[in-house]
């Protein structure tokens, strides 16, 4: 056991560090915080944003003497913001994924790995690791910018929901990422790894449309398999423990598969 | 050479299974339903499938193979891992664990609600006519469903569905229904700014889940309102209280010496002739011992109940509403009515319209033990008079003999029962046991809810209103605490604002693109 973890940490560090000497990875990150820092000062802050509209919303009721209804702006703003970061996840985290097994495939590393002493669902644990950690490394950040806004909220918001909310979003980028680690594990094109992840997620986000329109069992439990459903769940500050399990069944699925895939590869070169 | 050719065409014996096993689950999920062909349709995909496994097994010695029993292996494997995960969140989705992390439990049933659901006898079903599916209004749903599954809900597209939308009399995008057994009944109409309540989900699920029905009797013999459709009469109210979970029958006095005892109301509607002094009697006990009247009489006709209403101190005034007020469509003998009193009956009406064609103004004066309440009140003078002069064509207030607005068409009015006395036990017992209250409404017209009037305006919230408040059947509503966020909000100052935009858009992203060069540069 000790072995295997050891292998583990092994491949998580030579993982990351890979991640912090490439200069595409910090050009995605770069990318990553101008979208979501654009995300955020406009639904805080923009024409539209939160904070202007709920100012019009009380001169309003000042004006006319109607009292506005309750508004907890702070939440609301967690809740958009983290909405929107779930959107973006899906134009990043492919691209995230993409080279974790094709580059290997490429570079003709792989057959080093698959016939490695380290078992394969070692590899795959280390290596996704690694990239969740790249991930959160991403957002922290913007939590810090979050922070700064909610610090000005009165009277002051406990912080339950919004460490609720990027948990969720940690895992969810877990599941999308675990996933997409199996795809990338099928073939050596990373653009083509990059454009399946895509559709796969598109399509697991999308299967709660689908099931909307499908009553009974059939369509409750697709809509079950909807990320998003759980996601917006979780942001909005239910904890569910049946949402848990869905994320963790995806991150245990795609790193099965990515196992699975690659010790079929392991027996072709036999 | 032909035997090769067949048996190259077994080949592709797969994609003609693949694809009838595909269009069999497809039909299936379109129509929603697993019937003959869809079945058929699998099985025989499924039989080919086979056959074309047997067949090419046969032909290559395939399962011998080393990777055929390794991919058999891998199959076997990811099969029982997807059966696995499968079912754990089968089990974890039935016994999830949820906790509320909202300070004001925002998605959390009140225990009003949980209790209402889960003690639900039949089943209830929402009908949403929408096309749109707010997630908020669907959680709710889905979070009473979770409660009971005698509790459904279903979207249905207005369009989609023209036969549903013909039986629930759909006017709109956005209404919903409650349906139980073949009780249906309007609950609210969602849009944009007026999202599902759970106040008026809870009280509407105890409206129609509730088995006990009012009776409403309709006193006959007097000329009164005709129950089936003609011409003057109420039909369309006495369908709307079927429709609202009342019984409804005719009474004729003359041949009962008592009301029945399952009355809840008694209905006097628009009565061209005087009753007899032994059917006023009847009333008079029958009030006397918790019963609920409503009166509807109309001016020129005397149904010589004065020396009832004295007792109530009620005076139905001769003299003809008229309403000048310059409206179009009605003419100055129907007055309008826009101000209702504070009471149950009228407390939603805001200032929207019920009219009164032909009505009589009501006059009361206060009695010791009854409470009186002023429902629909006419506009003030100038425009509204009692006209006493009806022969003259010219009309105008004449001071003296004419009675200034603004008038009363209506009141709502309560008494208490005297305690009764162990001691003398009465004659006849009781009606009703356990009223502690008798109710009367008195409206000075009976027009307004007749065929055509009643469908118009609020006329017919009016009298439904009316007979719930004097069936003092009026269950109180559950009091349910809306479900409000805190109120809190954000005051960033200039220098927070300017450090956020400042960071989040230009220092953050320039990190990263800044690190991105230098690597590029130094790999180089």
Known sequence: MGVVLSNIVAIYRRELQSYFVSPLAYAITGIFWFIAGLFFILILMGPDGILAAVAALDTQGQQFGVPVPPIDVPYEFVRAFLDRMGWLLLFVLPILSMGLYAEERKRGTLELLATS????WAVAIGKLLGVVTFFTTMVVPMLALEAIALSASSPAMPPTIPLLGHLALILLAAAILSLGMFISSLTDSTILAAVLTFATILLLLFVDLIAKNISGPIGQALGY?????????????????????????????????????????????? | MKIIATKKLWKYLIWL??????????????????GTIPLALIISGTVIIGLWLVLQSQESNWWGRRSTQAGTNALVATLAVLAILGLINFLASRYEVRVDLTETQLFTLAPESKELVRNLKQPVKVLVFDVAQNPQDRELLENYQKQNSKFQFE??????????VEKFGVKDYGEVYLESGNKRQLLQVVNVNDRLSEIKLTNGLQQISSTSTAKVYFLQGHGERQLTSGEGAISQAVQALGNKNYTTAPLNLVEKSSVPSDANVLVIAGPKRSLFDGEVKVLRDYLNQGGNLLLAIDPGTDPKLDSLLTE?????????????????????????????????????????????????????????GVEATKLLLTKPYPNTWAESDLQNENLQFNEGKDLKGPLTLGVALKRKLPVPSQAN????????????????????????????????????????????????????????????????????????????????????????????????????
């Open chain 1, 117 to 120: 002493p380290v078992t394969n």
């Open chain 1, 225 to 270: 398999l909807s990320l998003l459903k759980h996601y917006n769940n979780l942001i909005q500050g239910i904890f569910d423990s049946s949402s848990l399990v869905l994320f963790g069944s995806y991150i245990v699925l795609g790193i099965f598969l990515t196992a699975q895939s690659i010790d079929a590869l392991r027996f072709q070169r036999q």
């Open chain 2, 17 to 34: 299974g693949l694809f009838l096993a595909t269009a069999g689950l497809a039909t299936g999920l379109v129509a929603n339903e697993w």
């Open chain 2, 155 to 164: 979207y249905i597209d207005p369009q989609a569905r023209p036969g549903l």
């Open chain 2, 312 to 368: 109530w101190g009620v005076k139905l005034d001769n003299r003809l509403a008229v309403d000048v007020s310059g409206s179009v469509a009605f003419g100055p003998a129907v007055p309008i009515v826009t101000e209702y009193g504070q009471h149950p009956i009228t407390k939603d009406f805001g200032n929207s319209i019920s009219f009164y064609r032909l009505a009589r103004p009501i006059e009361t004066t206060p009695v010791p």
């Open chain 2, 425 to 524: 036990p009465s004659p006849t017992p009781p009606a009703n046991p356990t009223a502690t209250e008798s109710r009367m409404v008195v409206i000075g017209d009976s027009d307004f809810a007749t065929d055509g009037s009643f469908a118009q305006q609020l006329n017919g919230d009016v009298f439904l209103n009316s007979v719930n408040w004097a069936s003092q059947q009026d269950r109180q509503p559950l009091s349910i605490r809306p479900k409000e966020p805190k109120n809190r909000r954000i005051n960033l100052t200039s220098a927070q604002a300017n450090v956020l935009a400042l960071s989040s858009l230009l220092v953050l992203p320039l990190i990263g693109f800044a690190v991105a060069a230098i690597l590029w540069w130094l790999r180089r």
